[in-house]
């Protein structure tokens, strides 16, 4: 099975700053990788699909890169509002499997 | 507006029996795969099973396979989760999401809309 992993596991920065996550496959999984991001106490939100495309409504600060095993997610500018965990999830096949999860705060 | 809403979650004893259900509404239901996905209080998002727009193909967790049945009834709009043998650790909030396409490919199996999901307590 393919193992997915992220890291950092946490990170705290301040506001303005550029935030990358990366998120790792034990497999190449081509492009077939997606970014969430869950608010605490709140319902997870799809923020990237196929490891570059903006889902939509999602604020432009957000971008993904990557293919086959390394992708990252980037915040260009951390905003107060963006205090979350975020989430990988491979689906290149079953098993559809999430990432740890790095959860984000404000320094 | 699209819209997913869980319900049958409770309290349950260790080897017992539970089935859970999503009323889907706003989408043709039909044309979407959808999925299961559970939080542990504390913990991080895992994925549990998925089944295909039609309710042709499913999959399973290997945490969960051979426990848990995926089914959909497309004429009711609602997603169905029966879960048996149940364990301590498949205590969890489950959530119920949308998958972007009908499920013909790996590929349609993110997901775009989530429910507030269910609160499932396996103890004694």
């Known amino acids: 099975d393919i193992q997915m992993t992220q890291s950092p596991s946490s990170l705290s920065a301040s506001v303005g700053d550029r935030v990358t996550i990366t998120c790792r496959a034990s497999?190449?999984?081509?492009?077939?990788l997606a970014w969430y991001q869950q608010k605490p106490g709140k319902v997870p939100k799809l923020l990237i699909y196929?490891?570059?495309t903006l889902q939509s409504g999602v604020p432009s600060r957000f971008s993904g890169s990557g293919s086959g095993t390394d992708f990252t997610l980037t915040i260009s500018s951390l905003q107060p509002e963006d205090v979350a965990t975020y989430y990988c999830?491979?689906?290149?096949?079953?098993?559809?499997?999430f990432g740890p999860g790095t959860k984000v705060d404000i320094k | 507006e699209v819209q997913l809403v869980e319900s049958g979650g409770g309290l349950v004893q260790p080897g017992g029996s539970l089935r859970l259900s999503c009323a889907a509404s706003?989408?043709?239901?039909?044309?979407?795969?959808m999925s299961w996905v559970r939080q542990a209080p504390g913990k991080g998002l895992e994925w549990v099973s998925a089944?295909?727009?039609?309710?042709?193909?499913?999959y399973y967790a290997d945490s969960v396979k051979g426990r848990f049945t995926i089914s959909r009834d497309n004429s009711k709009n609602t997603l169905y989760l029966q879960m048996n043998s149940l364990r301590a650790e498949d205590t969890a909030v489950y959530y119920c999401?949308?998958?972007?396409?009908?499920?013909?490919?790996?590929?349609?199996?993110?997901?775009?809309?989530w429910g507030k999901g269910t609160t499932v307590t396996v103890s004694s």
């Open positions: 196929a490891a570059s």
């Open positions: 999401a949308k998958d972007q396409g009908r499920g013909y490919s790996y590929g349609d199996y993110y997901m775009d809309v």
């Open positions: 497999q190449g999984i081509s492009n077939y």
């Open positions: 706003g989408f043709t239901f039909s044309s979407y795969a």
């Open positions: 089944i295909s727009g039609s309710g042709g193909s499913t």
């Open positions: 999830q491979k689906y290149n096949s079953a098993l559809f499997t």
